[in-house]
């Protein structure tokens, strides 16, 4: 089913504009000098599927800058990262806990206790896996908040 577009009086059909006849009583092709100009021309909604398409953004980034794209792909494509918490004997525990929970995003209760329990008990736990710029952010943090912590390739065995 086609979709007629209404120009004035002359109700047209998609073939009709980009392949006239030779017999037709009123040429579109003389009403418009392209058919760019043509293509954004709104279409009524007449029928089932019948809509306006908008024309699609192309974002441009200078040189120097990625796009968000570029961005969000170089981070599923960097190798993953341990962020690794170490046992120390200066901080209490719940400080652990609480500054864990501050600093990892999604960091329950119960996983920021088995951490620091593990931490505790074996000298070191892995706090999360991540890419490199997330685990240096993050260690980053926790060095800031005053615990022992440090990052490592996760290639080789979890």
């Keep these: 089913m086609d979709t007629a577009i209404r120009c004035g009086r002359v109700g047209l059909f998609p073939n009709q504009i ?39 953004v192309i974002e441009k980034t200078s040189p120097g800058r990625e796009s968000e794209f570029d961005l969000r792909k170089s981070k599923k494509m960097s190798p993953p990262y341990r962020v ?18 501050k600093v990892i995003p999604g960091m329950t209760l119960d996983n920021a206790v088995n951490i620091m329990q593990e931490a505790h008990i074996n000298g070191l736990a892995v706090v999360i896996i991540c890419a490199q710029a ?6 980053t943090q926790l060095r800031g908040n005053g615990l022992l912590s440090s990052i490592e390739p996760a290639s080789g065995g979890c």
């Excluded at 690794?84 to 929970?101: A, P």
């Excluded at 997330?134 to 260690?139: F, G, K």
């Design 18 to 56: 980009f392949h006239p006849t030779p017999g037709d009583r009123y040429p579109p092709y003389n009403q418009w000098t392209s058919r760019s100009t043509l293509m954004a021309m709104p279409i009524s909604g007449l029928g089932k599927g019948a809509g306006v398409l908008d024309k699609p």
């Design 84 to 101: 690794m918490l170490h046992n120390d004997n200066f901080n209490k525990r719940e400080y652990v806990v609480q500054v864990l929970m």
């Design 134 to 139: 997330d685990a240096e952010e993050h260690c």
